[in-house]
């Protein structure tokens, strides 16, 4: 099969890249390298420069493919509070252009990387499918758009679309701490490797539900093939186990230090995962204790 995938050159596409083309199938990675890394386009994918904003280099790249894997975006809650205007432009019309070019071109599916985001402040966790979205920063709004658009261009236009809402994605040769604002256990490992102490806001006991980036990967190569999604579904990707962020520096290793709480951070999440057990067959495979030492082991970390 031809997959492309926009921000191929990022963390989770340059992961899913790696697997697509190990499965035999033909890749186009679409990316303007804003976040991405030029040296993560392997020699075997097509490579189209440019953003997802602009449709006509959407066009060229989506042309004569089964599929799109649209995993880009500029991440991170607390820069979409910063600069919400120039995030909106590439996650929420960056998504719809996508999706235009998708339809336009012939393309059968989209597989949307959504964000669990979305939920914001909810009553109760875990967090599933059928609540209220009540998205707490500008990201977690545009990330929600993007479902809406998958779903209407399923219901109007036919095109074939799939939502994953991933749990705060972590692992791999691929993570990365370069930004103003990197994941968490990036964080935590470049501090170490700094010699610094790990930053915990507020009380430390933030909650995260955790999802191994290559469990976010099986579950995207299911939903671009299952025959029973398609229809605008919106599936969380998670693994079902929250994690404080104590208990994270703990498994990491190292000293810590306290900052202050950071605006728009829900107290916990937590996913219920049964409707990708159901729909899917997807099952995570990947615990923390063993993604976290295997980044250790990439790291050189004791």
């Known amino acids: 099969m031809r997959y492309v995938v926009t921000g191929g050159a990022g963390f989770i596409g340059s992961t899913l890249v790696e697997a697509l083309l190990g499965a035999g199938n033909e890749v186009v990675i679409l990316d303007n390298f804003e976040t991405g890394k030029r040296e993560r386009v ?29 995993t880009a975006a500029i991440p991170r809650m607390p820069y979409s509070i910063e600069h919400p205007r120039e995030t909106n432009e590439v996650n929420a019309n ?11 071109a012939g393309v059968k599916r989209v597989v949307y990387s959504a964000s669990s985001s979305a939920y914001g402040v909810q009553d109760s966790l ?3 499918e ?22 209407l261009f399923s219901s109007l236009y ?43 806001t507020g009380d430390g006991e933030f909650k995260r539900d955790f999802t191994h980036v290559s469990d976010v990967v099986r579950a995207n190569m299911r939903a671009m093939t ?35 709480e950071r ?14 057990r159901e729909l899917l ?6 615990t923390l204790e063993e993604g976290i030492a295997d980044l250790k082991r990439i790291h050189g970390l004791k």
């Open 42 to 70: 392997p020699a075997s994918a097509t490579l189209v420069e440019g953003s997802i904003t602009d449709y006509e280099t959407c066009i060229q790249a989506f042309a004569g493919s089964d599929g799109v894997f649209h």
């Open 94 to 104: 960056g998504t719809l252009t996508v999706l235009l070019a998708a339809r336009d």
């Open 126 to 128: 875990p967090f599933v």
């Open 130 to 151: 059928t609540m209220t979205a009540r998205p707490m920063s500008p990201y977690g709004l545009q990330k929600f758009i993007g479902e809406e658009y998958a779903r």
């Open 158 to 200: 036919g095109l074939e679309t799939v939502s994953l809402r991933y749990f705060n994605v972590y692992g791999g040769k691929f993570q990365s701490a370069d930004g103003s604002y990197p994941l968490v256990i990036a964080l935590f490992l470049a501090q170490i490797e700094a010699g610094k102490k790990m930053t915990l």
């Open 226 to 260: 299952a025959p029973s999604v398609g229809n605008g579904e919106v599936i969380n990707i998670g693994a079902g186990h929250s994690y404080s962020m104590k208990e994270v520096a703990a498994l990491v290793g190292g000293e810590t230090e306290f900052i202050p």
């Open 263 to 276: 605006a728009g951070d829900p107290r916990a999440t937590l996913a219920d995962n049964s409707k990708a």
């Open 281 to 286: 067959g997807w099952v995570p495979e990947v």
